[in-house]
Nanobody, 120 residues
């Protein structure tokens, strides 16, 4: 089993910054891609950013220029640096990883989520 645990969420004022972290642990054979998603109250979960094993990134238009996704392949950790935060960014943020575990099964794993609240 592969586990993901997000951390770094909290309350921040508009214009502020937060950095989310999500290490993957367990019987991991290969991590193909990792990403961040978010879900605001009453809304569907949406993609925020993804990063491949080679470092190629993809961002939602709403966060381009403000958020940066990165990963540390030694630590099996994905990060999300969030700058110039807006109230619209308020949501539960989830990390995920497209993995092949040691038993050779491939699936997408999800973390439990971390709350980000942007408010004055």
């Amino acid at each position: 089993q592969v586990q993901l645990v997000e951390s770094g969420g909290g309350l921040v004022q508009p214009g502020g910054s937060l950095r989310l972290s999500c290490p993957a642990s367990g019987s991991i054979f290969t991590i193909y891609s990792m990403g961040w998603y978010r879900q605001a109250p009453g809304k569907q979960r949406e993609l925020v950013a993804t990063i491949t094993s080679s470092g190629s990134t993809n961002y939602a238009d709403s966060v381009k220029g403000r958020f940066t996704i990165s990963r540390d392949n030694v630590k099996n950790t994905v990060y999300l640096q969030m700058n110039s935060l807006k109230p619209e960014d308020t949501a539960v943020y989830y990390c995920n990883a497209d993995c092949r575990s040691s038993d050779l099964r491939r699936r997408t794993y999800w973390g439990q989520g971390t709350q980000v609240t942007v408010s004055s």
